[in-house]
């Protein structure tokens, strides 16, 4: 019988696991996040829950930034403005669009060796209001 070996294979599955996961909530208590990865470099999954930003006159501004500590710079933007009915949504062009969406959803999110990711929400209107966000890296 031929000698077990590991195999090449099986390492590169083994890298794709998860190495951090968490969930937590944007508010004025706490209106950013910073997020270490346990394990660099890796992929990140962020979704940001904007369920209850949909109230009228609501005007929040979500970053997504990434890099060195002291250094990230903007991967997302989003200035969301609402009328009660309807959620107006920017990315930084200026001009907004009606979005149905009640979840956004960034799968894209590379995060380098010594790299942070910091998610901050503004409040540019007068009401607090939560955003949960969950994220998954190593996908």
């Given at each position: 019988m031929p000698k077990s070996v590991e195999s090449p294979k099986l390492d590169a599955i083994e890298t794709k696991m998860l190495s951090d996961y968490g969930t937590g909530t944007l508010n004025d208590a706490n209106p950013s996040a910073t997020i270490v990865p346990d394990s660099l470099p890796t992929k990140m999954h962020l979704i940001l829950d904007i369920s209850n930003l949909n109230n009228a006159n609501d005007d929040f501004t979500l970053e997504v930034k990434v890099g060195v500590s002291g250094s990230e710079r903007v991967v997302a933007y989003y200035k969301l403005t609402s009328d009660g009915t309807d959620i107006t949504?920017?990315?930084?062009?200026?001009?907004?669009?009606?979005?149905?969406?009640?979840?956004?959803?960034?799968?894209?999110?590379?995060?380098?060796?010594?790299?942070?990711?910091?998610?901050?929400r503004t409040k540019n209107s007068a009401t607090d209001r939560d955003v949960e966000y969950k994220y998954v890296c190593g996908i």
């Open positions: 949504c920017d990315t930084g062009s200026g001009t907004g669009s009606i979005i149905k969406q009640r979840r956004i959803d960034i799968s894209d999110i590379l995060v380098y060796n010594n790299e942070q990711v910091v998610v901050s």
